[in-house]
């Protein structure tokens, strides 16, 4: 039997979910997913299960899903006008200014390959990705800082390459140059610990946090002020 996924939000037509790092979002029939977990778990409440967005493989934290075709229309309308608030807790490599900031940059998929670059405005197909940053913690031997990363954008591996580019790679992400870590399920050291949206029945304005399990203590860093788990209305 499949491990429990954590649900940490229900409201009937949708959940929010817990994704654990190391876990593909969706995958091919027949392959271990959060997809395929959740339609095993929630097979005797609901024939439609619809993921409404992803996760890295290696990335943990909250994920939306919706349990009715309308549901998924109004979120997925949402994630596309950026009405969607995402938070994400990283630990990076090295020293960051702890004056808050906001990083913009352009990205663009390189062909044929899973990954992306940071590349100029008028290059081809680049994207514009912005982010707004709050330095948490920093290690006394400045080996490693963690961050509250507020993408305001959705680019693919927008944090990762974000980081990367100032030579603050995140943690476990040896795609882009990050220090490798000890876990067996190749994690990085990203997590989406709240999101924010409205809610698709009501309107109402709700978060759902979901708290990290970084090992901050054995890298020298103080753990942030965590928001509660259960959801709340803005």
């Known amino acids: 039997m499949v491990d429990q996924i954590r649900i940490l939000y229900d409201s009937g037509s949708m959940v929010a979910v817990e994704k654990p790092s190391g876990l593909l979002t969706q995958a091919a029939e027949g392959i271990d997913s959060l997809e395929y977990r959740l339609r095993q778990q929630l097979d005797s409440r609901t024939d ?79 994207k514009r990705a912005e982010t707004n940053v709050e330095v948490l913690a920093v290690a006394q031997d400045h080996h490693c800082s963690l961050l509250r990363l507020m993408p305001m954008t959705g680019r693919m591996h927008q944090l990762r390459l974000q980081s990367a580019h100032r030579r603050h790679p995140i943690f476990g992400d040896q795609l882009y140059g990050g220090e490798k870590i000890n876990d067996e399920n190749e994690r990085v050291l990203l997590h989406s610990e709240s999101i924010t949206f409205h809610h698709p029945r009501t309107g109402v304005r709700t978060m759902v946090a979901c708290p990290h399990d970084f090992p901050l203590a054995g890298l020298g860093l103080a753990s942030p002020d965590r928001d509660a788990s259960e959801p709340k209305r803005l």
């Open 48 to 126: 439609y299960l619809a993921i409404v967005h992803r996760l890295d493989r290696g990335v943990s934290g909250a994920v939306l899903v919706a349990l009715s075709k309308r549901v998924a229309r109004l979120l997925s309308d949402q994630f596309a006008t950026q009405k969607v608030q995402k938070n994400y807790l990283a630990v990076v490599s090295g020293r960051v200014d702890p004056a808050p900031t906001t990083w913009v940059d352009y990205l663009r998929k390189l062909p044929d390959q899973p990954q992306g670059e940071v590349c100029s405005e008028g290059d081809a197909n680049a």
